[in-house]
């Protein structure tokens, strides 16, 4: 599975990072989600299905490689 992000849709909740800390954090200067992993390990895409499922502004994606 493949992490996407849109950043410009992000509104900079940090509810990704909560979920998942591993694959995503936030840009210092405007909280901004940046993306850590873009092939996260299977262990960690419980986190990152939470994350694309609370994210405020729909700005990620999970898809199938």
Do not use: H, N, Y
């Not at 410009?8 to 989600?33: I, M, N, T, Y």
């Not at 895409?45 to 999970?62: F, Q, S």
């Amino acid at each position: 599975m493949r992490v996407e992000l849109d950043e410009p849709k992000c509104v900079a909740s940090g509810q990704c990072v909560l979920a998942a800390p591993e694959v995503f954090d936030q840009r210092d200067e405007d909280g901004v989600a940046i993306l850590l992993d873009e092939t996260p390990v299977e262990e960690l895409l419980d986190g990152v299905r939470e994350a694309v499922g609370i994210c405020p502004a729909a700005a990620i994606r999970l898809v199938a490689q």
